[in-house]
């Protein structure tokens, strides 16, 4: 039971606006990251001095790049495979005892296990920390099997870091955007009439120049993008808490009844985050046979997670600044200096 459903409108007009946020949030920090990248895959010099190069080429002189940084970025990436990182879970409060914490550890650790947490997830998102300063993973629900409805959790991480757009304010407030209010994932780029053929109940599958000019980040000449859009919604709850135990709070929609008010200490009204997923285009909300359009999430948090180089603030004409520096990005320029000597 989540909140009401709003209106389409309302939705896409939000998913537009917080899309153009988040890109111009990220979009220095992603610039800076595809250089770190390129001096990694020994293009330094496309990264660092493209106009030289151009020079060179058209006079037929060398540019050598050679490849400085793989060892390093190697030699810390084996150490986080050999050492391997797992997650814990410990008892604190709420009646939680270790046998509890020791259970949910075990169903932790089938996860990873039946993710291949350690080789596919935790050390592909380390090393885009290191080699570009982000990585991301997720956590998704998939059914044990096409006949089954037995739902498991996997981890996986995303191979191309670069399709994941969160939240830039809620990721300053947690390393691990476990605070960020949303997400995009963006999908691979169809052609018009791929769209067509894939979504061929959607109500707009012929895109006009109107629709490009609402939607440009969206539609770009025969290209379509698509995207989950992750979102926290709010809820208004009542909270009681009971004579006969005063220090638990009950969620009166939980309870079988109206409690008696002679039986109630205290109340109080909360808000409970509600995780949505909805698919869009930017100009529709999209859903395939037998989907509705907002998917919920039983969870208090957008089930995306991430791996951050080091973390800088620093004072410009504009405020306060975030940073984020890979292992490389110091290094860029002296692997520069040291190409033109060679």
């Not at 939607?215 to 770009?220: D, L």
Request: proline share 7%; aromatic share 10%; net charge positive.
């Amino acid at each position: 039971d989540g909140p009401p459903e709003r209106p389409d409108a309302e939705v896409l007009e939000e998913i537009r606006e917080r899309r153009t946020d988040a890109t111009k949030g990220w979009t220095e920090i992603r610039d800076e990251g595809t250089k770190d990248v390129m001096c990694v895959a020994g293009e330094v010099w496309e990264a660092m001095d493209p106009a030289g190069l151009s020079q060179r080429r058209t006079a037929g002189r060398p540019a050598i790049a050679p490849d400085e940084l793989g060892q390093y970025i190697n030699q810390v990436g084996n150490d986080v495979r050999q050492n391997k990182r797992s997650i814990r879970a410990t008892p604190i409060g709420n009646g939680a005892d270790k046998k509890s914490a020791e259970f949910i550890q075990g169903r932790i650790r089938q996860i990873e296990y039946r993710s291949n947490a350690q080789r596919e997830v935790y050390s592909p998102i380390f090393e885009d920390a290191l080699q570009r300063s982000y990585g991301f993973g997720r956590v998704v629900a998939k059914r044990v099997s096409d006949t089954s409805r037995n739902i498991e959790l996997m981890l996986e991480s995303f191979p191309n870091p670069d399709v994941v757009l969160v939240d830039p304010y809620g990721a300053m407030l947690a390393p691990d955007c476990s605070k960020i209010q949303y997400a995009f994932i963006l999908d691979a780029s169809r052609t018009r009439k791929q769209f067509k053929r894939e979504f061929p109940d959607a109500d707009i599958v012929d895109f006009s120049d109107e629709h490009i000019r609402i939607a440009p980040e969206w539609i770009k000449g025969d290209s379509v993008t698509l995207a989950e859009y992750w979102t926290i919604e709010q809820m208004r709850r009542r909270v009681v808490f009971l004579k006969s135990d005063p220090a638990r709070g009950l969620f009166v929609h939980k309870l079988p009844a109206e409690p008696p008010a002679a039986a109630i200490d205290y109340e109080q009204w909360v808000d409970v985050p509600y995780v949505c997923q909805y698919l869009t285009n930017g100009i529709e909300l999209l859903a395939k046979k037998g989907q509705k359009k907002r998917k919920p999430w039983p969870g208090k948090s957008i089930p995306i997670f991430s791996c951050f180089g080091k973390v800088l603030y620093v004072q410009e004409g504009t405020g306060t600044q975030r940073r984020l520096l890979s292992m490389v990005r110091h290094a860029r320029q002296p692997v520069m200096y040291y190409s033109y000597v060679r």
